[in-house]
């Protein structure tokens, strides 16, 4: 591939770095450590949170045996009948301490250990160390009621109390049916962990909030407290900030693993509305369906209030392709505009932070709390219906499966559709996904020219890298390898920073290339 610098001012053809992997693992009991966040955009680093839980170890008291004469140092006497009562009330008293040692209340539950106790410490033997007025031990608490939150007015049940039911089913633009995430439900409560990862751009990557404030990190932080903690549940942030459905749904494998269980897709606010972000969605949501692992794919879905476009953005053509697709949508944008219609000071409580001020393009702590919020909210309530017993024993027995009309049936449901959406209806046309190939400047392999000609490597701010040009008729080519397909390129677009056009083209076969343009018509 050959790109030619034209007589314009310079252009910047970054391609864009792919971030390592960023896992955020919870311990078990306390919160990860926090490491503050870059805020660059190209380049990251690997950060795991591990367990570091201190456990608490109680240390036996020692036992002292005092002896002490129980009757006074005079003799008494006693006749043959003394003695005998004497014996008799010993061997009494004997049998008594040696049944007060061994306890008959039931263990514990292995899920939930009472904590250690005297008389545990010494099962089987008599506590002779154990004074008259000490406190009998109190029973052990019993293991907290699996899906307690499930219960109507539940104490467990917090989200219901947080938010009015008016305003949960507004953060569902889609529900469907949810059946890739009743799969990973059944998984977890096997006890098997659960990988999660994020796609999204500056609002995921945490602009204007710390490391532990974004929503996914929350999601992760409350599917641990309140659902299946595991210590190998995790969070792969594939985040990266101005970056739409384009980038990701060619490049989206450099940074998410293919063992993924769960991937959650913000991108409303980095594609516009228009139809070609459509269908730049639509290739990310069907190839994220179609790994190997059969991941469930959320749909998160914010807004900004700068565009001169309106409140309107990429969100809106997203929720069709989203429907198709059967991919939950939770929206913050449904329930946080009547409340700002109502109370413009609603901007500062959605979009102030210390570091910015007033910035109305991405969303403060607040509202990654309540995305994340709205989402374990859903979350909750696909659990509780899924793991009722009641619905597992008899959601079989209206139909017998071979008797079942269509509308009952289930065939289908959480399989990636055969056609795409603009793909005309036939029988036979099966739009296959294919597997992209990504480099970049920072990836690895790098991205390197095979030839150079006037091109400059350059290292801007925030570790951004790119090659540039600011001469003329220069050449730099790069040597790739694909198959049939699409040959693409990333590059910098500003409507202020005067930049210029390059030609690209293939082979040697100049003719057939096309022209970028520098200049971008949207001003931010």
């Not at 198709?324 to 979009?351: C, G, Q, W």
């Not at 083209?505 to 520098?518: F, I, P």
Request: aromatic share 10%.
């Amino acid at each position: 591939m050959h790109i030619g610098a034209h007589p314009y001012p310079p252009v910047l053809l970054p391609t864009t770095p792919l971030p390592s992997h960023r896992r955020f693992i919870l311990p078990i009991a306390a919160p990860a450590p926090h490491t503050p966040r870059s805020t660059n955009n190209t380049q990251t680093t690997h950060r795991q949170h591990t367990d570091n839980t201190q456990t608490n170890t109680t240390q036996m008291p020692s036992l002292r045996l005092y002896h002490r004469r129980i009757f006074p140092s005079r003799r008494l006497r006693f006749g043959y009948l003394g003695r005998l009562v004497l014996i008799l009330c010993a061997l009494v008293l004997l049998l008594r301490l040696g049944n007060y040692g061994h306890s008959t209340t039931a263990p514990s539950s292995p899920s939930a250990p009472s904590p250690p106790t005297r008389s545990s410490w010494t099962s089987g033997r008599s506590p002779l160390w154990r004074r008259p007025s000490s406190p009998p031990r109190a029973p052990p608490k019993p293991a907290a009621k699996p899906y307690a939150y499930c219960k109507k007015h539940a104490a467990e049940d917090w989200w219901s109390r947080k938010f009015s039911k008016h305003n949960l089913d507004l953060s569902r633009a889609y529900i469907g049916s949810g059946w890739r995430f009743r799969d990973v439900v059944r998984r977890a409560a096997r006890g098997e962990p659960v990988t999660m990862g994020v796609i999204g751009g500056s609002v995921s990557a945490g602009h204007g909030v710390k490391p532990n404030e974004t929503f996914h990190y929350r999601i992760l932080q409350q599917w641990n407290a309140n659902f299946f903690n595991h210590r190998r549940n995790a969070m792969i942030d594939s985040s990266k900030p101005a970056t739409g459905s384009d980038y990701f749904s060619l490049c989206f494998r450099e940074m998410l693993p293919d063992n993924v269980d769960i991937v959650f897709v913000e991108l409303s606010v980095n594609d516009f509305r228009e139809v070609e972000a459509a269908i730049q969605y639509e290739t990310l949501i069907r190839s994220l369906l179609s790994l190997p692992s059969k991941p469930a794919v959320v749909a998160i879905s914010t807004f900004a209030l700068l565009f001169s476009e309106g409140i309107s953005t990429g969100g809106d053509i997203h929720l069709g392709v989203a429907e198709y697709y059967d991919v939950p949508v939770i929206s913050l944008r449904n329930f946080a505009v009547p409340k700002l219609m109502d109370d413009y000071s609603t901007e500062n409580h959605l979009f102030w932070n210390e570091r910015d001020g007033l910035d109305l393009r991405h969303i403060n702590s607040l509202g990654h709390e309540l995305l994340a919020d709205f989402t374990t909210a859903w979350m909750k309530d696909v659990i509780c219906e899924e793991m009722d017993p009641e619905k597992n024993s008899t959601e079989e027995a209206d139909f017998d499966l071979e008797e079942r009309p269509w509308w009952q049936s289930t065939e289908g449901l959480g399989e990636v559709p055969r056609i795409r959406m603009t793909t005309q209806w036939d029988h036979e046309t099966y739009d296959a996904v294919k597997s992209p190939i990504c480099i970049s400047t920072t990836s690895d392999p790098r991205l390197s020219p095979s030839r150079v000609d006037g091109w400059y490597y350059e290292e801007a701010t925030s570790d951004k890298m790119y090659w540039t040009s600011g001469t003329s008729g220069k050449q730099i080519s790069f040597k790739i390898y694909v198959d049939t397909g699409t040959v693409g390129i990333f590059f910098l677009r500003s409507m202020r920073q005067g930049l210029g056009n390059a030609g690209c083209w293939v082979d040697n076969k100049r003719d057939y290339g096309v022209t970028v343009s520098g200049y971008w018509r949207h001003p931010v």
